[in-house]
């Protein structure tokens, strides 16, 4: 998923919509790489390799997590919805 999976043209959209396009887009590949990671290092038999496939996972989580940030500072609508679910209050 990138720009071409826009679904209206570039020009129509404002600099906010295509900056949180931007990060959601992001969001979706770092918590893919969480899913790949930790299903490789389940995989995995080798000690070493497994314990940096885990060193990776946990790095990718806190990829999303400062996504995740980025979006509830940004989007008021994400930021009222973690307060609701999560318990998180706006800074």
């Not at 404002?14 to 887009?25: I, P």
Request: charged share 30%.
């Amino acid at each position: 998923m990138s720009s071409e999976d826009l679904h209206v043209p570039r020009e129509r959209l404002s600099d906010a919509t295509y900056a949180r396009h931007h990060a959601l887009v992001s969001l979706m590949e770092e918590l893919q790489a969480i899913d790949w990671y930790g299903q490789r290092a389940d995989d995995c038999a080798d000690a070493e390799l497994k314990a940096v496939l885990i060193h990776n996972r946990d790095d990718e989580m806190e990829h999303a997590a400062m996504l995740i940030e980025w979006l509830r500072q940004n989007v008021p609508e994400f930021a009222t919805q973690l307060t609701k679910f999560l318990g998180v209050e706006p800074t």
